[in-house]
């Protein structure tokens, strides 16, 4: 008897440690993409413009607002698109940080990784392990902040 109660509980130790495995860590170069873009805008419009920008360019629900500060001007949300990973495009999520003052916005876009279903199962890849990956994500991160900046510097329409 005490060798089946010894068996069962190798077993339940057995499953709560094959449950624990995790996603392999970023590496320790993560690519960080930032822009300051000044315009004669007040913290407000900023604020308002950057929801604006958001909600126009991340229309997928894998795209969330996590956080928004209208006191402090900062929003922080999670962004989705697909980047290419040799030559396959891959899901990409990462966090996107716009901090609003006057005069002035700062967006930030780290915390890249892309994932998808291999077998059945979820692989996490880390665009920072190879220079041609690196290269590509870089590029697709800059077309988003591009047109963040062009967004923002574009003449408001007034009605």
């Known amino acids: 008897m005490k060798k089946v109660i010894y068996l069962i509980i190798s077993f339940f130790i057995f499953i709560l440690l094959f449950g624990c495995i995790t996603t392999p860590s970023p590496p320790g170069n993560p690519i960080v993409i930032q822009r300051v873009v ?56 990462f966090t996107i940080k716009i901090e609003n003052k006057e005069n002035k916005s700062r967006i930030t876009i780290n915390d890249l990784y892309g994932s998808q279903y291999i077998e059945g199962r979820e692989q996490t890849f880390y665009y920072e392990q190879s220079d041609r990956d690196r290269a590509e994500a870089e590029r697709e991160l800059n077309i988003i902040v591009d047109d963040y900046e062009k967004f923002i510097l574009s003449e408001v329409e007034e009605w």
């Open 38 to 93: 000044e315009a004669d805008y007040t913290k407000d419009e900023f604020f308002r413009l950057s929801n604006e920008w958001l909600t126009k360019t991340f229309r997928s629900s894998k795209s969330v607002i996590q956080y928004q500060d209208k006191e402090e001007g900062i929003i922080i949300g999670k962004g989705f698109t697909p980047i290419r990973m040799g030559l396959v495009p891959i899901d990409a999520w």
